[in-house]
């Protein structure tokens, strides 16, 4: 995906097709929220730190792939689900603490939402193996079967037709 | 409405004009009833000595009186090169017409008239060039032309009038692609396109009665409109939505049968053209309506001189209930 | 005023007077053997009419008199159940409505107007399982709307294949339909297969549970499911000799069979009766799919009555216990509540088939057709076991929750002197003993012939003694130490939770799709089809409008030189 979207964006650059200068939003849009440039240097790192609110040695910029990220922090991924439900957090609501900065695809790791980090007993390929494993058998051998279907064992029906003989008549010895 | 005796002998001589370039056998007959429908319409414009229907009129003349010159000429020119002439009459009437490569004139006019003039540059004024062109329609080149006219119109009417506030200039892009299907009506069949005219004006006074009745002539001043006139609210929308031609509403049933017409004649091209420029006008009329119906600004309300509109309220009711049931309109009878 | 007090009382009389009217009306159907079509011309329009077809024939007229005599033990039954809810109204309107949709599913036998009901019982159906509202009814309710849904678009897809037909009566059409209408047979069978449970999409009947107990015993278990099993009677003609019959019948001998094996490892009472329900499904669907629709009819019927009076006993177990619906709170019942107790044990062994109940003429006769008919080996297998293991969880559910030891707390009020409960369940108790005998002589004047051998005619004896025997011996299990079960966890676990398809169908299909559905929105939604889309688009627009406009700007000369020019460049053009 991320070559694809480099890809796309130097043959923008190269072909000088114009890019979108009209931003539409229903809400109201603040230029501040938009990353910065990814940083490269270590002064630049500690600056982009001190700007999210995290230590230095915390931040840790997400590698820089072409989705426009910039110098968002790479922030451990703690959904919302999995997180204490009693400790006194500034958004119950929400599990989340005021000025906590939150992980890059926040939106879909909230409550109701994914638990990624739900650890099941048994993990869903092993489940949907063991699941399709007994289907295949049953229907698998059903349809091997299928040729060769039971049944009492039954003489053909004696319907009368052209020189069909079904009874001879012959005197009882 | 008050109006001078006048505007009655002007509006009859108009209609003659009309009716005679319609009904005359000779481009002589056509050019003088055109001539005639001219200077009849140039003091209707000019009822009101204002500067804005003064500079209307004589951008009008001139432009009009251009297009008649070059109908003349080439008719007169007919003896010696038949070809010829005919491309150039098609291209003055597409002249008076205000089709798209010759539309310079038509928006610019349009914004110094009073709704009613607007209504009638829109609709009878365009009727005797239309009946002209399509007595036209017999060779393949000029078919050509008139079919490069009504694409070239699609797209300048849809694009045009994308951003526009002010109302008239946005009726007459809207005019310009609607134009343009009857353009393409006309290379197939000759009555198609006067059935699309008839429904156009139909929709389109509609509208303009609405927005006569409220004096409206910008987008801004349809925001400030008074929010007690609710039924104008729902009004206003409706009519434009049958103006963009959407579906449950008249306006589509026009559209509807030009769509099956062309793309059983395989005009797929300039089928796929028109319908896509239709469907940017019909956002810029959600435009006109989207911001009076979401935002309204109370304290402006007063600063606007509103006539009530129950005074048409016989006309509204008919026109909106046409253009809400007319899709139903063969129904009856069928049953 | 009355209305409001007594709703309950009052839609009892009338769906009963319903129920007679249309029972009746049935008699003289099978009699007189008459199938009456009304056709309701709407209007007609540009040649096309646009009609409302009813279809009045002995098998919707008797499932009419069935949803009818059900649905008015259930609502009088609720009047009791449901005292002093906040929205007892609501509840009632809604299980009103579900019997509108009810009737207008069974009377349609046009693939559009079927749609009407169909729809109408999913979405009905949604609002009663999310009747209590807390997280889990939500989610319950919500998994059975969707997997509902796959079933309604089966449908709808069908109405779109079949509108090259000129009309969408299927029930007649449906004796026409070569293979070369599979793909409709493909789509009606998936919506059968939602709407009465099937494999793959199983997992939402046993979460529906959620519901109050009065509707799981009108809708969950006795008439909203089996609207699968009606649309495939009624589309039986065309499954006739088909692949999708085979198909069907391993999918339905498999659902018997889970649900079997899944009841004998559940322990919440309702969950217990679902899975039996589900079981119960797969055995009409598989009578059906053997080519006996008549029979899978029958058993419809007689499940509706038992399957009924049972869920209704649960609920008023559930009510007198205080709440609880583990099987493992339960216990010595009889001593309490004797008369709820032998409702349900005559509902239960009607289930297991025991002679003379209304289960048995039904299940029985099923049985020894299907052993009779050319089956297949695993479907064979699959009877048997599933056979086994009905009795097996019935005996299992008796005596755990009714007999043995008082597990309950030392605070607890037992009765059941709660009359407007018990006398609702009068009739179907009375239905669950009569029931199938009543049915058999009035839908097989003629008996059906049976000639097995032995071994095969003691078969389904010997299966549901020895699973009644299993049963009862695994009424003694408790967790403790030299439990065999928690060394073979991982089959057990398998076995027990349906082979794993509620969390396979709930959780990780939900996150695939809202992973999938989150990548969309952050690199096209937001991304490119904003840029290539919409708001590209609108700037193109934009930059040649200011263009075009830049014209209109200027002064008179300049437009008439532009006419000109125009002039002069089309006369080049057309030259």
Redesign the interface.
Known sequence: MARLVRLVDTSRRISGLPGVLISRSAGNWNKDWKPGPYPVNPEDRAAVARKYGLRPDEYKPIPDDGLGVGDYPDLPLVTAESRDPYYPWDHPEHRRDFMEPIHAEYDMYGLDRVNASQKLRFSVTQQFLAFMGVMTFFVGTYYLMESRKIHWPLLPKQYPGDGKVHYTFEKPE | MTFPISYFLFFCTLLTGTSLSICSSSWFGAWIGLELNLLSFIPLIAIKLCPYATEAA??YF??QA?AST?LIMSSSMHMFSNDFSY??IT??LL?KLGAA??H??F??VIEGLTWPQAFILLTIQKLAPMFLISYLTYSS?LI??IT?AAILSSL?GA??G???MKLRKLMAFSSINHMSWMLIAMTINDMMWLTYFLFYSFISGSVIILLHSTQTYSISNLMNQNKNSSILNLLLPLNLLSLGGLPPFMGFSPKWIMIQLLSSKMMIFSLLVILFSSL?TLYFYLRIFIPMILLSFPSFSSLLKIKSLWAFSPFLAIFTFINMFGLCL??PF?? | MIWKISMNEISMLGLFLGSLITGSLALLKIKSGVMDVVEWELFSLMGSSIVFTLVLDWISLLFMSFVFVISGSVLSYSGSYMAGDKTFNRFMYLVLAFVLSMSFMVLSPNLISILLGWDGLGLVSYALVIYYQNEKSANAGMLTILSNRVGDVAILLGIGLMSSLGSWNFLFYSYYMDESWMLLKIFLMISAMTKSAQIPFSAWLPAAMAAPTPVSALVHSSTLVTAGVYLMIRFSAALEGSMIQSFLLVISCLTMFMAGLGANFEYDLKKIIALSTLSQLGVMLSILSLGFSDLAFFHLLSHALFKALLFMCAGIIIHSVGGYQDIRFMGNLVKFMPLTVSYMTIANLALCGFPFMAGFYSKDMILEVAFMSWINFIALLLYVMATGLTVMYTFRLIFFSLTGEYNLGSLSNLSDEDFLMTNSMSILGLGAILGGSVLSWMLFPECYMICLSGVMKMMVLMVSILGGLMGYILNFMSVNYLLKSIYNYKSVVMMGSMWFMPLLSTLKLSEKSLNMGFQMEKVADKGWFEFYGGQGLYYLFSQVFFILNSLQLNSIKVFMKMSMVMIIIFMILSM
């Open positions: 004589i951008k001139l432009i251009m070059i491309i150039l291209l003055s002249l490569p010759l310079f004139w928006p610019q080149n050509f032309m490069l300048i694009l045009g994308l951003n526009i940017i063969p129904i069928s049953i």
